[in-house]
């Protein structure tokens, strides 16, 4: 049962253009939702997070914003530059419980 | 930034024998997990693991895993014996517990002949 769908599966833009890639859930007790990067043969690492109490969290250029009515996550990548170019995955941590709910990840490319 | 380790980055088995993927954590850190994660999918939750013990496993965390880290060293994740939907990349995971960021390993790729 996939709990966090998230699209598109691969996207490109140009230098310069913001990306947006966007989660969706249904499990309510999610409360911690992080966006994680990865480049080919590295480890994934947090790129920023945000908890339900809040509908936008900023960090430089990207930024996430949050629905909790219609239960969406997207991340905003502002003048993308070639170096954003990675595997993007979102995740949600269930209330109480110790673990992340992953989407399938989100290829961007950016083309300068 | 903090580092996860895993070794080895690759594993080639045949179907039927014993593996052990190895983890070593941040150093500080008290949480551990694995997860697992099929080639065009997404990263599944295995396990997490704190003060000796499993505290929570999922449904893909079959009998034949196993999961420990004795004194301190490293963490490691057993299959005995494996099968061929083992086959997969295990990322390890580490956590102080004070945030619920989780730091990545760069995962082992695991292929069961």
């Known amino acids: 049962q996939q709990q966090v769908r998230q699209s598109p599966q691969s996207l490109t833009v140009w230098e310069g253009e913001t990306a947006i890639l966007n989660c969706s859930y249904e499990?309510?007790?999610?409360?911690?939702f992080p966006w994680y990067h990865q480049f080919p043969g590295e480890s994934p690492a947090l790129l920023i997070a945000?908890?339900?109490?809040?509908n936008k969290k900023e960090d430089g250029r990207f930024t996430i914003f949050f629905n909790k009515r219609e239960k969406k996550f997207s991340l905003h990548i502002a003048d993308s530059q070639p170096g954003d170019s990675a595997t993007y995955f979102c995740?949600?941590?269930?209330?109480?419980?110790?673990?992340?709910?992953f989407g399938k990840g989100t290829q961007l490319i950016i083309q300068p | 930034g903090p580092k996860v380790l895993q070794i080895p980055s690759h594993q080639i088995i045949d179907m039927g024998q014993m593996v052990t993927l190895n983890c070593d954590p941040v150093?500080?850190?008290?949480?551990f997990y694995w997860y697992k994660q099929i080639l065009g999918q997404q990263m599944e939750f295995l396990v997490n693991?704190?003060?000796?013990?499993?505290?929570?496993k999922s449904k893909l965390f079959k009998d034949q895993f196993s999961v420990e880290r004795p004194d301190g060293s490293y963490f490691t994740l057993k299959i005995q014996p494996t099968a061929l939907e083992d086959s997969a990349v295990y990322f390890c995971?580490?956590?102080?517990?004070?945030?619920?960021?989780?730091?990545f390993g760069p995962g082992t790729r695991l292929t069961v002949l």
């Open positions: 150093s500080n850190h008290l949480y």
């Open positions: 995740a949600a941590r269930t209330e109480g419980a110790d673990r992340l709910t």
């Open positions: 693991f704190y003060n000796g013990k499993v505290m929570e």
């Open positions: 945000i908890r339900p109490v809040s």
């Open positions: 995971a580490s956590t102080g517990g004070s945030s619920y960021e989780q730091y």
């Open positions: 499990d309510s007790t999610f409360d911690y």
